[in-house]
């Protein structure tokens, strides 16, 4: 597909930037301390704008190759067997503001991120009710949003493989956190994908389709893959890479964010995560470059959902970098370093925060 690549920036942030920045908000990131993200303070990524879709209009089609092609209203769907699960959602993109030279796209820091209890249907209820044919090899998932990207006109769209789409907790979902989906989340359907990245979780579901060839829109094939050149394949985004934060100690600057603390005891808390299910096994905490494992706190219910860690520290007088970073059970550990991408994805360069400790400052 031909599209045309944006040029890299490097430097000061383009007016375009800050545009999408103000309308895709990050999660700030004090709601770590949240063990599900509240809805109004989860992240948001949308490509083009809200589309308006009516709940009492709306229909899903499942089409395609299928035995049983039938479109479904939100009645329908809600009358099928339903399931909450905890996830944690990633956006590929996350960190992309820390590279140099960087993408131009949405300058995440490192706040793209957040957990919330998704309730819906699994799909796999769904195609098995369609009736998947034997041929079939990947099922696309068409949102209502439409726009231009890189030249190329389209309805957000991307697949997963039938392997991927079966899995008991991939949903169909309608709630998030006990309450009606709201608009920016996808309303009044989309599918929540665990353990992957933003970007396989449609929203504004408008039609489920069955293929028997791998699916060549934009967000599929050009979209959404590693590389470190532009005319490179590319290895495609799926499941999140090891991350964890910390939630920065002490009080803000206004402006520049800087951190002021009192010295003395501070128990720095956050959160770890990986994608696939795989379980977090060991978190750690570095002042100034000296590290210890934090404390893992229990297990959550849930596979695809962060877990929380925190780590005693004793302030001094002084400035200081402080550092987190986590290891998964397939002994990912994340980089010290940014590791560069093209687009910006994957960059689960571990967090540094740097605090001014003095005892001047109140708190
Ligand atoms: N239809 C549609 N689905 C979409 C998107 C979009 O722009 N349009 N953005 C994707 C990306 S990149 C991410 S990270 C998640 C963000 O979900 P949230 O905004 O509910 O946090 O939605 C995904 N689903
Ligand atoms: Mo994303």
């Avoid at 231009?148 to 309608?174: C, F, K, M, N």
């Avoid at 397939?330 to 925060?353: E, K, L, S, Y």
């Amino acid at each position: 597909m031909k599209s045309l690549r944006r040029p890299p920036i490097v430097g000061r942030f383009l007016a375009e930037e800050v545009a999408l920045a103000s309308r895709n908000s990050g999660m700030p990131l004090e709601a770590l301390r949240y063990d599900v993200t509240p809805v109004g303070l989860h992240y948001l990524l949308i490509h083009f704008d809200i589309p308006a879709v009516e709940a009492a209009q709306w229909t899903l089609p499942i089409l395609g190759c299928v035995d049983h092609p039938t479109t479904f209203s939100l009645a329908d769907l809600q009358a099928l067997p339903q399931r909450t699960v905890r996830v944690t959602l990633e956006c590929a993109g996350n960190g992309r503001a820390q590279l140099t030279p960087r993408n131009a796209s949405m300058p995440w820091v490192e706040e793209g991120v957040s957990t919330a209890e998704w309730t819906g249907t699994p799909l796999a209820e769904v195609l098995k009710k369609a009736g998947l044919q034997q041929s079939v090899c990947e099922v696309v998932f068409t949102g209502a949003d439409i726009g231009i990207d890189r030249g190329v006109e389209q309805t957000y769209a991307r697949s997963l493989r039938v392997s991927d789409a079966l899995h008991p907790d991939v949903l169909l979902v309608w709630a998030m956190n006990g309450q009606p989906l709201l608009p920016q989340h996808g309303a009044p359907m989309r599918l929540i994908v665990p353990g992957w990245y933003g970007m396989a979780s449609v929203k504004w579901l408008s039609k489920i389709e069955a293929v028997t060839q791998p699916f060549q829109g934009m967000q599929q094939v050009v979209g959404y893959h590693f590389r470190a050149q532009p005319e490179d394949a590319g290895v495609p985004c799926t499941q999140i890479r090891v991350n964890a934060l910390m939630v920065p100690p002490g009080i803000p600057d206004f402006f520049s964010r800087q951190r002021f603390l009192k010295p003395g005891l501070v128990n720095i808390q956050g959160r770890a995560w990986s994608g696939g299910g795989v379980p977090i096994t060991r978190v750690e905490f570095a002042v100034n470059g000296q590290w210890r494992d934090a404390q893992l706190h229990r297990a959550e219910a849930s596979p695809w959902a962060w877990r929380g860690w925190s780590c005693d520290w004793q302030a001094s007088t002084g400035t200081h970098v402080l550092a987190v970073r986590a290891t998964d059970a397939n002994g990912h550990v994340q980089p010290d370093q940014p590791v560069w991408d093209i687009a910006g994805f994957g960059n689960n360069g571990m967090q540094t925060v740097t605090v001014q400790v003095n005892a001047a400052t109140q708190q």
